[in-house]
T-cell receptor
Framework: DGGITQSPKYLFRKEGQNVTLSCEQN?????MYWYRQDPGQGLRLIYY???????QKGDIAEGYSVSREKKESFPLTVTSAQKNPTAFYLC????????????FGPGTRLTVL | KQEVTQIPAALSVPEGENLVLNCSFT??????LQWFRQDPGKGLTSLLL?????REQTSGRLNASLDKSSGRSTLYIAASQPGDSATYLC?????????????????FGQGTILTVHP
């Protein structure tokens, strides 16, 4: 059963803590992406990776970090430097070509207490 | 900087109506445009992808058109049903530059919240 999984579905964080969001795909896609969605807004790109061991900053990378050690996995760490981390986080993947659609995971809702 | 705007922000219609959702973008240098559907608290599902060289794409009751020169796309939903209720987002992918740094960088609109009532 191919697809993209994200965990956990809900995550609560105290101020000053780092948290890591998981994203795994078994679609054999080369490219993976992290987006942030705030209420009533579209998605904004945080980081993306075209191949293993390489990734690029998106439009709002400050306060976030990623790694891409395996093709299937692209974890996102929300650091304490991120001033307003409460949001819905979406991971996506695609073939590494300009014309291919992105497939999205179910999302993780992060709330800072 | 590419900006994508969707109008209206919300739309409520009775079942059976045909409806049009609008998407406009400021930079016509795009590879493609996609329409997505998002149910509350869920991820996105791709509905239609239109390449920059195409004028429209159809899937079932959905038809999307693209006018790249004017920076506009429309999503037409025929014979709407309550199950069509969701948020609809459009996104554009820019042309890649020589270093390929634009690849994968979708720019999204803020979405149109559609409610179809019985």
């Amino acid at each position: 059963d191919g697809g993209i999984t994200q965990s956990p579905k809900y995550l609560f964080r105290k101020e000053g803590q780092n948290v890591t969001l998981s994203c795994e795909q078994n679609l054999n896609h080369d490219a993976m992406y992290w987006y942030r969605q705030d209420p009533g807004q579209g998605l904004r790109l945080i980081y993306y990776s075209q191949i293993v061991n390489d990734f690029q900053k998106g439009d709002i990378a400050e306060g976030y970090s990623v790694s891409r050690e395996k093709k299937e996995s692209f974890p996102l760490t929300v650091t304490s430097a991120q001033k307003n981390p409460t949001a819905f986080y979406l991971c996506a993947s695609s073939w590494s070509g300009e014309t291919d659609t992105q497939y999205f995971g179910p999302g993780t809702r992060l709330t800072v207490l | 900087k590419q900006e994508v705007t969707q109008i209206p922000a919300a739309l409520s219609v009775p079942e059976g109506e045909n409806l049009v959702l609008n998407c406009s973008f400021t930079d016509s240098a795009i590879y493609n445009l996609q329409w997505f559907r998002q149910d509350p608290g869920k991820g996105l599902t791709s509905l239609l992808l239109i390449q920059s060289s195409q004028r429209e794409q159809t899937s079932g009751r959905l038809n999307a058109s693209l006018d790249k020169s004017s920076g506009r796309s429309t999503l037409y939903i025929a014979a709407s049903q309550p199950g069509d209720s969701a948020t609809y987002l459009c996104a554009v992918r820019p042309l890649g530059d020589a270093g390929g740094t634009s690849y994968g960088k979708l720019t999204f609109g803020q979405g149109t919240i559609l409610t179809v009532h019985p």
